[in-house]
């Protein structure tokens, strides 16, 4: 693809078959468990047609090679498995629960230690990352919407590899500090299912491998669980790939091409989802019940200057809390007649759920914080859902 096309251009052309009298415009799964010997692919878990145009459209939009898992956790699994035995991966205080879990899980093992840091502080993440061999970074973070500056904290995870580092934050800050370390500096790795490539692109700021739930935006119709990763750097592509072959952790061709599907129109879906979720944020922060809102785009928020610099959009999720009252707010979600009542996000219906419902949920995240996904039905019909669930959970 001519990499001056716009994104919203990319995601519709990348990865369609090739341009030849008869060939079909799109793609379709290949059902197939093993291939005729003589060519390169050999085996259904080591490759399939739909995995291709999926990984080469989403590779072409951050920038890197693409390699899609079973589902988000799969891929952050295999990101992790990259860590050597005893090895220290820095994670953020909030960020979606089940990645936070699974290092847990393996801390318990012995497998490897977390350092947890509020990666919205730059100096605290450049400090933990000293010495790490992971720095593991979600922006902004699930639920509770935090933003990092990911050009500063991916420069002085870069600068451990030896001597000084000074960096620029996003909003103009200089940083800087002495690495005590010589070594090749952590894996710095982003997962990027809030922001969506459209919005985001941290490999273009440095990061060596992004990761995503494609379950979410990139699917985008709630009927397909699938993960992701993409990484410019061709040792850590084939370390990953070898990992996806010998785990077994791999897609159907079905689901893939699902994924496909919905991600040719991320661009126009986005467009609607966050414009919606800008004009929910705002009626939010109105509403009296409402004690706090969390939403980059809103220009009191405290990741707004940094989310503008760094994104094309403030994305389609936010969060509120009401004053403390976790059963008002379990209420208000029992409560929706348009919303629904489900955790996930990022489908073209609206989803709505307290995120402390779940025992695994950071403890740190607020009782009463509702996470919204907002999907693309009309912003007036969503926001008077909302309003009447308000009223009658009062
Ligand atoms: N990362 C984030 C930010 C998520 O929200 C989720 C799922 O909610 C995951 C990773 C895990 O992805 P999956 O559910 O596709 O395994």
Redesign the pocket.
């Known amino acids: 693809m001519a990499p001056e096309l716009d994104p919203s251009t990319v995601v519709v052309h990348a990865g369609r078959p090739e341009r030849v009298p008869n060939a079909p415009v799109g793609d379709s799964p290949v059902f197939s468990s093993t291939y005729v010997a003589g060519g390169d692919r050999g085996y259904g878990r080591f490759g399939n047609d739909a995995w291709t145009a999926f990984e080469e459209t989403l590779g072409a939009l951050e920038g890197g090679r693409a390699l899609t898992f079973a ?3 799969a891929a ?1 699994a295999a990101v992790c498995d990259l860590v050597p035995v005893g090895g220290r991966v820095v994670a953020p205080i909030h960020a ?1 629960s ?2 936070l879990a699974l290092l847990d899980q393996q801390a318990a093992t012995g497998r490897l230690s977390v350092t947890r840091v509020d990666v919205a502080n730059t100096e605290a993440v450049a400090a933990a990352v000293l010495g790490a061999d992971m720095l593991w970074v ?1 922006s902004p973070t ?1 639920p509770a919407m935090e933003v990092a500056d990911l050009p500063a904290i991916i420069a002085a995870a870069r600068a451990t590899a030896g001597g000084t580092w000074v960096a620029t934050s996003t909003t103009g800050q200089v940083l800087a500090g002495v690495a005590s370390l010589p070594t090749r500096g952590p894996i710095v790795v982003v ?1 990027n ?2 922001a969506t490539p459209l919005l985001q692109q941290p490999l273009g700021m440095g990061a060596d491998i992004v990761m995503h ?1 494609a ?2 935006f990139i699917a985008g119709h709630s009927d397909v ?3 992701a990763v993409v990484t410019a750097d061709d040792e850590l592509w084939a370390a990953l790939e070898l990992r996806r072959r010998s785990l077994g952790a791999i897609p159907g061709p079905m689901e893939t091409w699902l994924a496909l599907r919905g991600l040719r129109t991320l661009a126009l879906r986005l467009e609607r989802s966050q414009s919606t979720a800008a004009f929910l944020a705002q009626r939010l922060l109105e509403h009296p019940r409402v004690s706090r809102v969390r939403y980059p785009g809103l220009p009191d928020d405290a990741g707004h200057a940094r989310a503008a610099a760094q994104m094309s959009g403030f994305g389609a999720i936010l969060s509120f809390e009401v004053g403390g009252d976790a059963e008002y707010a379990q209420r208000i979600c029992e409560s929706t007649k348009l919303w629904l009542h489900a955790t ?2 990022g489908g073209v219906e609206s989803l709505l759920e307290r995120r402390r419902r779940w025992p695994i949920e950071v403890p740190t995240i607020p009782e009463d914080l509702i996470r919204l996904s907002v999907g693309i039905e009309h912003p007036a019909d969503l926001w008077a859902d909302l309003e009447q669930a308000f009223t009658s959970a009062t």
Do not use: P, R
């Open positions: 589902s988000g956790m952050a979606y089940g990645v979600e699930n997962d299912t809030f739930s379950t979410k669980v699938l993960g996930s996000l």
